[in-house]
């Protein structure tokens, strides 16, 4: 692909999939940190919260948290076969966007994480997959196994 190509082509757009079990104390977190996105209009992007058999208040939580004014839409969608199996599978089966990102219920990410995946993948076409480096964040003490290399 030349370098004209690259740079007249347009960004790929983010399905960022939460699949949540009983995520209720966690998503307003996780939901801050995604809704606080640094992301070029040009990019389109949503928020893909698969509920995955809660049984507490998961969906609403999410819902309450994502405002109507935030840069990408939040959609829940219900999946009763409990398992992440399941969850994803339906999140690959719902998402608009051509990348799909998953993110844990408990996960914070960094401010320019949704471009950053959009920009990258689209600049390498060849990838069908990246990872990203991870920092643990407890409010409670890490038993001693957790620093262990």
């Not at 935030?70 to 994803?88: D, F, K, S």
């Not at 471009?115 to 001693?144: D, H, K, Q, Y």
Request: include cysteine; proline fraction near 5%.
């Amino acid at each position: 692909m030349s370098i004209e190509e690259l740079t007249n082509r347009q960004p790929l757009g983010v399905s960022v999939a939460i699949c949540c079990h009983n995520g209720e104390e966690q998503l307003p977190a996780t939901l801050a940190h995604l809704r606080d996105q640094r992301v070029k209009s040009e990019i389109p992007w949503e928020i893909l919260l698969v509920d995955n058999a809660s049984t507490d208040r998961s969906a609403q939580v999410a819902r309450l948290c994502w405002a109507n004014e935030t840069a990408a839409p939040l959609r829940v969608v219900q999946e009763p076969q409990l398992g992440l199996n399941c969850a994803r599978e339906r999140a690959l089966r719902e998402a608009r966007y051509e990348i799909v990102s998953f993110v844990d219920d408990d996960n914070w990410v960094s401010s320019d994480w949704v471009a950053v995946v959009s920009e990258t993948m689209s600049a390498e076409p060849e990838l069908g997959a990246i990872g990203s480096i991870n920092r643990a964040v407890s409010g409670i003490a890490f038993p001693p196994w957790f620093s262990r290399s």
